[in-house]
């Protein structure tokens, strides 16, 4: 492909990531495979360049879209005119076959327009958030917002059932792939690449998952032993129901449940190649009642109760950049509800003595601490578990938490490297 045509297909994809915007649709991610998968002739490098334009006018979308109101030829258009000058802009819009239309008088003016750059503008966020997102981060606000519009790192979890962790240190070097160990937990693999890995023997063995460090330290701090009774109540995927059953040496059982067929479908062949024997996934039919049906017979039966519920994501923006586009008041108020919920329901399967896991990727006090707060006061039989009880094995770094309930862990990409996490641990009085 031309560079032109790079940029025609550039603004193909964002007129698509725009309507999905605004209809609540598939993820940049997503219409970016779609786009490129019915265009063969696109090489690697095509793809690579496309797929970074895309993303550089998304992480940038609420400064471009507010000056140019909207329009997305303006919007690509201001967003390379940073890099570009007049000429190069004319060449690049010369309305040649495969290539963008030819600049409009107006186009020309817009460009050469001064646009002003706000705070909310350089760090690329909501303006409605901003309280939110400063209560969080006091001091380091400015960081931590930047490191949140960076490029998340490629992170592996090495299968900790199948202890060949050297085997899997020893496949990254034979590939010429730099890596390094995590700093919070030991199964974490960070590379410095974004490969694709379905091809590798390591994971068709089931040695490594592609799971973010703090989701796996998250799981560390369930304290899931061998033997254990575990459910995990909003499973998705079951990244952290393998993670889960790598701890319990094929001992005791597992329960994952999750109300999505497609995002449970795959967890079966993950579990096989994991070598997770103990493992049993449900999808819930939330109609007619049927959901208190099925759940009814794990009433406080539970050792661990894993509750990774539905969030804003706002931890995750490095990785869903056009995320935080998508949240409204009114989101984030249907977010706080279902979460207020699963929380009642969860804690009904926890037998006297167990614990509970509270675990979201979002960032905001609403979400987390203000959640447990509400759930201590209503459920006099929970207690607040210190993360810092949990033992983080020999020569671990000290964990400082960002929450302000002391007992739970607040985790974010500036100030730990990791996504943003935060995970509350709740014993029910034996």
Same mark, same amino acid.
Request: proline share 3%.
């Given at each position: 492909?031309?560079?032109?045509? %790079?940029?025609?297909?550039?603004?193909?994809?964002?007129?698509?990531?725009?309507?999905?915007?605004?209809?609540?649709?598939?993820?940049?991610?997503?219409?970016? *495979?779609?786009?490129?998968? @019915? +265009?063969?002739?696109?090489?690697?490098?095509?793809?690579?360049?496309?797929?970074?334009?895309?993303?550089?006018?998304?992480?940038?979308? &609420?400064?471009?879209?507010?000056?140019?109101?909207?329009?997305?030829?303006?919007?690509?258009?201001?967003?390379?005119?940073?890099?570009?000058?007049?000429?190069?802009?004319?060449?690049? =819009?010369? &309305?040649?076959?495969?290539?963008?239309?030819?600049?409009?008088?107006?186009?020309?003016?817009?460009?050469?327009?001064?646009?002003?750059?706000?705070?909310?503008?350089?760090?690329?966020?909501?303006?409605?958030?901003?309280? *939110?997102?400063?209560?969080?981060?006091?001091?380091?606000?400015?960081?931590?917002?930047?490191?949140?519009?960076? %490029?998340?790192?490629?992170?592996?979890?090495?299968?900790?059932?199948?202890?060949?962790?050297?085997?899997?240190?020893?496949?990254? /070097?034979?590939?010429?792939?730099?890596?390094?160990?995590?700093?919070?937990?030991?199964?974490?693999?960070?590379?410095?690449?974004?490969? *694709?890995?379905?091809?590798? !023997?390591?994971?068709?063995?089931?040695?490594?998952?592609?799971?973010? !460090?703090?989701?796996?330290?998250?799981?560390? $701090?369930?304290?899931? /032993?061998?033997?254990?009774?575990?459910?995990?109540?909003?499973?998705?995927?079951?990244?952290?129901?393998?993670?889960?059953?790598? $701890?319990? #040496?094929?001992?005791?059982?597992?329960?994952?449940? #999750?109300?999505?067929?497609? %995002?449970? /479908?795959?967890?079966?062949?993950?579990?096989?190649?994991? #070598?997770?024997?103990?493992?049993?996934?449900?999808?819930?039919?939330?109609?007619?009642?049927?959901?208190?049906?099925?759940?009814?017979?794990?009433?406080?039966?539970?050792?661990?109760?894993?509750?990774?519920?539905?969030?804003?994501?706002?931890?995750?923006?490095?990785?869903?950049?056009?995320?935080?586009?998508?949240? @409204?008041?009114?989101?984030?108020?249907?977010?706080?509800?279902?979460? /207020?919920? $699963?929380?009642?329901?969860?804690?009904?399967?926890?037998?006297?003595?167990? +614990?509970?896991?509270?675990?979201?990727?979002?960032?905001?006090?609403?979400?987390?601490?203000?959640?447990?707060?509400?759930?201590?006061?209503?459920?006099?039989?929970?207690?607040?578990?210190?993360?810092?009880?949990?033992?983080?094995? !020999?020569?671990?770094?000290?964990?400082?938490?960002?929450?302000?309930?002391?007992?739970?862990?607040?985790?974010?990409?500036?100030?730990?490297?990791?996504?943003? =996490?935060?995970?509350?641990?709740?014993?029910?009085?034996?």
């Amino acid at each position: 492909m031309i560079e032109p045509a %790079r940029i025609q297909a550039a603004l193909d994809i964002l007129e698509q990531v725009a309507d999905s915007l605004s209809a609540d649709g598939a993820s940049a991610d997503v219409l970016i *495979r779609k786009y490129f998968r @019915t +265009r063969r002739y696109a090489g690697s490098r095509d793809r690579r360049a496309v797929t970074a334009l895309v993303y550089q006018v998304i992480r940038n979308w &609420g400064y471009l879209c507010e000056q140019a109101a909207g329009d997305m030829r303006r919007m690509l258009l201001l967003n390379l005119s940073e890099t570009q000058d007049s000429e190069s802009l004319e060449a690049l =819009f010369n &309305g040649a076959d495969h290539a963008p239309d030819v600049l409009s008088d107006e186009e020309r003016a817009f460009v050469l327009e001064a646009h002003e750059k706000l705070p909310h503008h350089d760090l690329n966020y909501p303006l409605w958030l901003e309280d *939110r997102l400063k209560m969080r981060f006091g001091d380091n606000f400015s960081d931590e917002l930047a490191r949140l519009n960076g %490029r998340a790192p490629f992170e592996l979890r090495v299968n900790a059932g199948k202890g060949e962790g050297d085997k899997v240190e020893a496949f990254l /070097k034979s590939e010429g792939l730099a890596f390094e160990k995590g700093k919070w937990a030991d199964t974490a693999l960070i590379l410095d690449e974004n490969p *694709r890995i379905d091809a590798w !023997e390591i994971y068709q063995d089931g040695l490594i998952e592609v799971q973010d !460090e703090a989701a796996q330290l998250a799981v560390r $701090l369930a304290d899931i /032993k061998p033997g254990q009774q575990v459910m995990d109540l909003c499973a998705g995927a079951g990244g952290k129901t393998l993670a889960a059953a790598a $701890l319990m #040496d094929n001992k005791g059982q597992i329960y994952a449940f #999750d109300n999505n067929k497609y %995002r449970l /479908k795959d967890l079966k062949p993950r579990a096989k190649r994991a #070598d997770a024997r103990i493992l049993q996934a449900h999808l819930i039919d939330t109609a007619g009642g049927k959901r208190k049906s099925i759940l009814a017979e794990h009433e406080a039966r539970m050792d661990r109760v894993m509750l990774d519920v539905p969030c804003s994501g706002s931890g995750v923006w490095r990785r869903n950049p056009e995320s935080k586009w998508r949240l @409204t008041e009114e989101k984030l108020t249907q977010y706080c509800r279902i979460q /207020k919920n $699963l929380l009642t329901e969860g804690w009904g399967f926890v037998k006297p003595g167990g +614990r509970m896991i509270y675990m979201t990727c979002s960032l905001f006090v609403d979400e987390n601490e203000h959640q447990i707060e509400t759930f201590l006061a209503e459920q006099k039989d929970a207690k607040l578990v210190s993360y810092r009880s949990i033992d983080q094995g !020999e020569g671990a770094p000290e964990l400082k938490s960002l929450s302000t309930l002391p007992e739970c862990l607040a985790l974010s990409p500036y100030s730990h490297g990791t996504d943003g =996490f935060f995970v509350a641990i709740l014993e029910k009085s034996a």
